[in-house]
């Protein structure tokens, strides 16, 4: 069993592409939460049955992003328990293989996917009488180097606040964010 990494940077774009659907991310997520954990406790916590999930959790662990960490007694046999290989997972941005590109594109696509499914069920609650605190918000400026900078580290600022803020109390809140430099256009 492998013990578990303070940090873990992905360099490999087979490794990234394990994460190319919003369900594995889901299961991250759930794994950063829970830490380590049997698929059960996973499905309890995303609202899935467990079945779903044994295919993703393989995939994870194939792809070096999940460990086998022990086993615990369940009803009946016992269940493998897994927490993701590093508490952090990075993306090497500085790859610039074309293979790997594609993986981060992919990637991308899927956390784009989870945002608009996110939207829709936050706008749809909305229509039942739920509370509305969802915002959308596309803005396009012309920044210098420097106040892009600033701007890259105010979006940090907000990813520490929320997570140094999260409470099991409170409600459920989302930010998906993308701040990008748009390439220019050949005349």
Same mark, same amino acid.
């Given at each position: 069993?492998?013990?578990?990494?303070?940090?873990?940077?992905?360099?490999?774009?087979?490794?990234?592409?394990?994460?190319?659907?919003? !369900?594995?991310?889901? %299961?991250?997520?759930?794994?950063?939460?829970?830490?380590?954990? #049997?698929?059960?406790?996973?499905?309890?916590?995303?609202?899935?049955?467990?079945?779903?999930?044994?295919?993703?959790? @393989?995939? !994870?662990?194939?792809?070096? !992003?999940?460990?086998?960490?022990?086993?615990?007694?369940?009803?009946?046999?016992?269940?493998?328990?897994?927490?993701?290989?590093?508490?952090? %997972?990075? %993306?090497?941005?500085?790859?610039?293989?074309?293979?790997?590109?594609?993986?981060?594109?992919?990637?991308?696509?899927?956390?784009?996917? #989870?945002?608009?499914?996110?939207?829709?069920?936050?706008?749809?609650?909305?229509?039942?009488?739920?509370?509305? @605190?969802?915002? !959308?918000?596309?803005?396009?400026?012309?920044?210098?180097?420097?106040?892009?900078?600033?701007?890259?580290?105010?979006?940090?600022?907000?990813?520490?606040?929320?997570?140094? @803020?999260?409470?099991?109390?409170?409600?459920?809140? #989302?930010? #998906?964010?993308?701040?990008?430099? %748009?390439?220019?256009?050949?005349?």
């Amino acid at each position: 069993m492998a013990r578990k990494k303070r940090e873990m940077v992905i360099r490999d774009a087979e490794q990234l592409r394990a994460l190319r659907t919003p !369900l594995r991310q889901e %299961i991250v997520r759930s794994f950063m939460k829970l830490g380590a954990c #049997t698929v059960g406790e996973l499905a309890d916590d995303m609202g899935k049955q467990a079945a779903a999930l044994y295919y993703h959790v @393989h995939a !994870l662990e194939e792809a070096g !992003l999940a460990v086998e960490t022990g086993k615990r007694s369940g009803e009946g046999r016992p269940e493998t328990v897994y927490s993701l290989a590093a508490e952090r %997972i990075l %993306i090497d941005r500085s790859e610039a293989s074309p293979s790997f590109r594609a993986a981060v594109t992919e990637l991308n696509r899927a956390t784009l996917r #989870t945002a608009e499914r996110e939207l829709a069920a936050a706008v749809e609650s909305r229509r039942g009488g739920g509370k509305d @605190h969802t915002s !959308l918000l596309r803005l396009a400026s012309r920044l210098r180097p420097r106040d892009a900078a600033r701007a890259a580290k105010m979006m940090r600022e907000v990813i520490e606040f929320m997570s140094e @803020h999260d409470d099991e109390a409170g409600d459920p809140f #989302t930010m #998906t964010s993308v701040f990008v430099r %748009i390439p220019e256009r050949p005349e």
